[in-house]
């Protein structure tokens, strides 16, 4: 069984920044590919960004793009994702989410992902 805490969210004005964390608690398994997702209201949730277990070429949305940033700490078990210059429509619950199998590749879609977090809000003020 994997667990994944977020934590971090809250609201911010438009071009404010946040950074995300998310704790992965796992007894049996190892995690491999872990990755932030958003769901907006009334929309399918999306992948933000995602990092292999080594790091190397992490995957981002072309909307975040040179704005957000995802990394890992493999020994506290955590991924981060720093988010600059916030935009409205980056309002969202956002979700940590891992892999626990070997893809070889990187993982962008929900269903490719096993364990999921609780999500935490941002909100982003215009």
């Known amino acids: 069984q994997v667990q994944l805490v977020e934590s971090g969210g809250g609201l911010v004005p438009a071009g404010g920044s946040l950074r995300l964390s998310c704790v992965a608690s796992?007894?049996?398994?190892?995690?491999?590919?872990m990755g932030w997702f958003r769901q907006a209201p009334g929309k399918e949730r999306d992948i933000v960004a995602g990092i292999s277990r080594s790091g190397g070429t992490p995957y981002y949305a072309d909307s975040v793009k040179g704005r957000f940033t995802i990394s890992r700490d493999n020994a506290k078990n955590t991924v981060y994702l720093q988010m600059n210059s916030l935009k409205p429509e980056d309002t969202a619950v956002y979700y940590c989410?891992?892999?626990?199998?070997?893809?070889?590749?990187?993982?962008?879609?929900?269903?490719?992902?096993?364990?999921w977090g609780q999500g935490t809000q941002v909100t982003v003020s215009s």
């Open positions: 989410a891992a892999v626990v199998r070997p893809l070889g590749r990187s993982a962008t879609m929900v269903y490719e992902y096993n364990y």
């Open positions: 796992a007894r049996t398994f190892t995690i491999y590919t």
